[in-house]
């Protein structure tokens, strides 16, 4: 079982930027991976949020898209999520979760592995 560890959560007020990683534990190859964020709020399903394919091919939800970048660093073994513009909506616990990669990637897809989440309010 993989092991992703979340962080750069925090409180921000809207229209600021957050970015956050993901990084998966030593002794596995983050390239092997398609890796997607998910948030969810409380009181609300979880959302797909982005994700990207071990060859960097990415898709958005909906709702992020324009605002929201996801990347990935192989060598660091780290996911960002690169948050701008954000808004009381996106108040959520965000996860991040790991699967085998394919050609493309889709938030609406079984993942396997997620880490404990990070929180993030936007509120002012």
């Known amino acids: 079982q993989l092991q992703l560890v979340e962080s750069g959560g925090g409180l921000v007020q809207p229209g600021e930027s957050l970015i956050l990683s993901c990084v998966l534990a030593?002794?596995?190859?983050?390239?092997?991976?398609?890796i997607a964020w998910f948030r969810q709020a409380p009181g609300k399903e979880r959302e797909g949020v982005s994700c990207i394919t071990n060859r960097g091919r990415t898709s958005h939800g909906d709702s992020v898209k324009g605002r929201f970048t996801i990347s990935r660093n192989n060598d660091d073994n780290t996911v960002y999520l690169q948050m701008n513009s954000l808004k009381p909506e996106d108040t959520a616990v965000y996860f991040c979760a790991a699967k085998p990669s394919s050609y493309a990637c889709s938030v609406d897809e079984q993942y396997d592995d997620w880490g404990q989440g990070t929180q993030v309010t936007v509120s002012s």
């Open positions: 030593s002794g596995f190859a983050l390239d092997y991976y398609t």
